[in-house]
Nanobody
């Protein structure tokens, strides 16, 4: 079983950048797609971005396109989310997740198999 640990969240101002990291341990990390989700206060968890097992294919929710970049380093068992031009509406707990297969579609169309504990991002005005 994969365990995930997110880090990198914090309090930032409008327009700032943050890079979230998600370190995985356990079964073969590099075989599976990885993704990021977020849950804002009072709202349901929503998909942010996903990356294929090889890192060659990515998919973003519309609000993330052009501002967020997902990447992974399979040698370090780590997936990243670079977030630029942050807005107050990006305030949320961000979770990384493991897909059920190697394609990013397993996170967009399916249910993640493992979740991290989350890291809080707060964007202040």
């Amino acid at each position: 079983q994969v365990q995930l640990e997110e880090s990198g969240g914090g309090l930032v101002r409008i327009g700032d950048s943050l890079r979230l990291s998600c370190a995985a341990s356990g079964r073969a990390f590099s075989n599976y797609a990885m993704g990021w989700f977020r849950q804002a206060p009072g709202k349901e968890r929503e998909f942010v971005a996903a990356i294929s097992w090889s890192g060659t294919a990515t998919y973003y929710q519309d609000f993330a396109k052009g501002r967020f970049t997902i990447s992974r380093d399979n040698a370090k068992n780590t997936v990243y989310l670079q977030m630029n031009s942050l807005k107050p509406e990006d305030t949320a707990v961000f979770y990384c997740a493991v897909g059920s297969g190697g394609s990013w579609q397993t996170l967009v169309q399916g249910t993640p198999t493992v979740w991290g504990q989350g890291t809080l991002v707060t964007v202040s005005s």
